[in-house]
């Protein structure tokens, strides 16, 4: 398989129903967005990372292509027979347990910090800022995504502030209070 097509030379994009849309279509950037967040993971992976972080990340990379691929399916015509694609309640009950147990690792917090910290700690604020602005373009979408993407979503970016917050503190970085 080439990796150029030539199908897009004209500022057009195929979503998975066949329907040919503009790449400043809604729905393209709503998944494009979803992929600078993927990469985004993938830059913290590549720091010095916990393995456990780590695992997690990955993991959250998977989630983001099967949400890319629900956003570029509006007709729904994947998921029915790709089950791997679709994102449930279930991941987003796995984000809560992932937030509160890390969260036993670090001090409640009284005040607003400052992102920052060390490389990979900065890098997953960069991520949850990313990761915001994704779940802005996806909640514009028409016809409206299944609302267990928005929750995701929303709970991905708790999860990844609360990833920075420890990756900082297990790297001795303490947090900058606003």
Sequence with gaps: MKIYTKSGDAGETSLFDGTRVSKADSRVDAYGEIDELSAWLGFVRSTEIDPDLDAALA?????LF???AQLADPSHKIAPRVDKVVIGADDVVRLEE????L???????TRFILAGGRQAGAA????RAV?????RRVVTLEPTPDAVLLQYLNRLSDLLFVMARVTNHRQGRAETPW
């Design 98 to 101: 992932l937030i509160d147990r």
């Design 131 to 135: 990761c915001r602005r994704a779940e």
């Design 103 to 109: 969260e036993t690792e670090l001090p409640p917090l």
């Design 66 to 68: 099967a949400i890319s």
């Design 124 to 127: 997953l604020h960069v991520a």
């Design 59 to 63: 993991h959250l990379q998977r989630d």
